[in-house]
């Protein structure tokens, strides 16, 4: 298996622009978490779903953040406008079952600079 | 708000001594695990502890669960320069069982 796959592995724009960060979780896994990571807030999680349906997206900051999952296989998040406060590594988990009280995989992460 | 806070922030040690970090929650807890993540790298789980255990081991991990202190420890044994990583520990939480929450992590150096 060639686990969480994300993309882009690093992405650098403008503020105002729009970003979306793809992740493919690993086939057969039920949920899947995106994440935030920066060095003063430490690693953040932003919304999970179970079986495609988001179940808490509490931990999105503000309405410039979105995010779908539109298939078992594929989930993005979008900012959109973007802002330099944005910029962090921002993670993709799944995990086989439901809830966060399973191993989780992750993905190598999206590197997002806002300049 | 974070769950767990780990201790000590960083720690460098040689090539062959003992590593020991540890990890201090709030709230109950159903499972603590803990995870490693190399620089530049996405998180990787290392073991996995349900409340009702004490101890559990996995090769030169052997991690330690104390519910009423509400704290845990992780202890690598003859630790080796690929250790070099942060661990963070991750507890979900009896009130609120959504959720993953983890701490702030501990930076582990170890020199050759």
């Known amino acids: 298996d060639a686990g969480v796959i994300q993309s882009p592995r690093h992405e650098v724009t403008e503020m105002g622009q729009e970003v979306t960060l793809r992740c493919k979780p690993i086939?057969?896994?039920?949920?899947l978490f995106w994440y935030r990571q920066t060095m003063m807030r430490g690693l953040e999680l932003l919304i999970y779903?179970?079986?495609?349906?988001?179940?808490?997206d509490s931990g999105m900051p503000e309405d410039r953040f979105s995010a779908k999952m539109p298939n078992a296989s594929f989930s993005t998040l979008k900012i959109q406008p973007s802002e330099p406060r944005d910029s962090a590594v921002y993670f993709c988990?799944?995990?086989?079952?439901?809830?966060?009280?399973?191993?989780?995989?992750f993905g190598p992460g999206t590197r997002l600079t806002v300049t | 708000s974070q769950q767990g806070e780990e201790d000590p922030q960083a720690l460098s040690i040689q090539e062959g001594e003992n590593a020991t970090m540890n990890c201090s929650y709030k709230?109950?807890?159903?499972?603590l695990q803990w995870y490693r993540q190399n620089s530049g790298r996405g998180l990787v789980h290392l073991i996995l502890?349900?409340?009702?255990?004490r101890e559990k081991h996995s090769g030169r991990l052997r991690v330690t669960l104390d519910t009423s202190k509400k704290s845990s420890s992780l202890l690598i044994t003859a630790s080796r320069a690929a250790d070099t990583a942060s661990y963070f520990c991750?507890?979900?939480?009896?009130?609120?069982?959504?959720?993953?929450?983890f701490g702030t992590g501990t930076r582990l150096q170890v020199f050759p």
């Open positions: 988990a799944s995990s086989l079952f439901g809830g966060p009280s399973y191993e989780q995989y």
């Open positions: 086939s057969g896994h039920n949920s």
């Open positions: 779903f179970n079986n495609n349906v988001p179940i808490d």
């Open positions: 709230t109950s807890i159903n499972n």
């Open positions: 502890i349900r409340s009702n255990e």
């Open positions: 991750a507890t979900d939480a009896r009130e609120n069982t959504d959720k993953l929450i």
